[in-house]
C-alpha cells in the first residue's frame, strides 16, 4: 500500500487567498483524521471523520477552516482566507476504524501563508 | 481536557547508552497510548501502541509501559544509535464523548527531541 497520501507537499500562498489541501487514505481505512504542527503548539487535532461522516471539529479554530469528506478515498482541507498565522504544517492521519487501532500518517503539507 | 506532558523536552547522550523518556496525561479515561517518531521534515512513523488494558510493549530495543492510573508512560531505548536521533511524541486516544460511542482523536505531548552522539 502507498500510504495516506497528501498534496501537495509544500504550498505558498499570500494572505487572503484559499488554500486546499488533500488527502487520499489507506485503502480501507475507514477514519480519517487532520492535524495541524506548529513551533509554538505542537500537533493538533483539528478534525476527523468515521465512514465520510464528520465526528468531531471542534478543534478547527474558526470558521475560515473546513473540511470535507466527499467519498471514502478523499479529504480536503479549506482555509478560506488565509492567514500568516495558518502558517503549519498540516497532517492528515488515516486507521482501520476500530478504536484499537493504529493512526498511520501522511508525509504533511508545509503552508507558509506571506 | 486532556494535556499530554513530555520530559525532558531535549536529551542528548552519547551513543551506546540506554535512556527513558516521559510522558504524563492528565485524564485517565484512554483507549491507548502510542509513541511515534518524527524525524526532520517528515511525516510521523508510530513505534509502539499499547492499549489501556496493557502495561508494556516492546519491539526490538524500544519498550514502552503504561501506568493508566498514574497517567504516566515511559519509552526506554537500550543501547542507543546516532540513527535513533529524531523527536519523539507521545500521544493518547481519549474516549469519547459522543454519543455514538468509539475514539476521538489523538492529543499529543510537545516531544522529546533526542540527539545521540556518535
Known amino acids: 500500500d502507498a500510504g495516506v497520501i497528501q498534496s501537495p507537499r509544500h504550498e505558498v500562498t499570500e494572505m487572503g487567498q484559499e488554500v486546499t489541501l488533500r488527502c487520499k487514505p489507506i485503502?480501507?481505512?475507514?477514519?480519517l483524521f487532520w492535524y495541524r504542527q506548529t513551533m509554538m503548539r505542537g500537533l493538533e487535532l483539528l478534525i476527523y471523520?468515521?465512514?465520510?461522516?464528520?465526528?468531531?471539529d471542534s478543534g478547527m479554530p474558526e470558521d475560515r477552516f473546513s473540511a470535507k469528506m466527499p467519498n471514502a478515498s478523499f479529504s480536503t482541507l479549506k482555509i478560506q482566507p488565509s492567514e500568516p498565522r495558518d502558517s503549519a504544517v498540516y497532517f492528515c492521519?488515516?486507521?482501520?476504524?476500530?478504536?484499537?487501532?493504529?493512526?498511520?500518517f501522511g508525509p504533511g503539507t508545509r503552508l507558509t501563508v506571506l | 481536557k486532556q494535556e499530554v506532558t513530555q520530559i525532558p523536552a531535549a536529551l542528548s547522550v552519547p551513543e551506546g547508552e540506554n535512556l527513558v523518556l516521559n510522558c504524563s496525561f492528565t485524564?485517565?479515561?484512554?483507549?491507548?497510548l502510542q509513541w511515534f517518531r518524527q524525524d526532520p521534515g517528515k511525516g510521523l512513523t508510530s513505534l509502539l501502541l499499547?492499549?489501556?488494558?496493557?502495561r508494556e510493549q516492546t519491539s526490538g530495543r524500544l519498550n514502552a509501559s503504561l501506568d493508566k492510573s498514574s497517567g504516566r508512560s515511559t519509552l526506554y531505548i537500550a543501547a542507543s544509535q546516532p540513527g535513533d536521533s529524531a523527536t519523539y511524541l507521545c500521544?493518547?486516544?481519549?474516549?469519547?464523548?459522543?454519543?455514538?460511542?468509539?475514539?476521538?482523536?489523538?492529543?499529543f505531548g510537545k516531544g522529546t527531541h533526542l540527539i545521540i552522539q556518535p
Open positions: 499499547i492499549q489501556s488494558s496493557q
Open positions: 492521519a488515516s486507521s482501520p476504524g476500530l478504536v484499537a487501532d493504529t493512526q498511520y
Open positions: 500521544a493518547v486516544r481519549q474516549i469519547s464523548g459522543y454519543s455514538g460511542g468509539g475514539a476521538d482523536g489523538l492529543t
Open positions: 471523520f468515521n465512514n465520510n461522516v464528520p465526528i468531531d
Open positions: 485503502s480501507g481505512h475507514n477514519s
Open positions: 485524564d485517565s479515561a484512554i483507549y491507548n
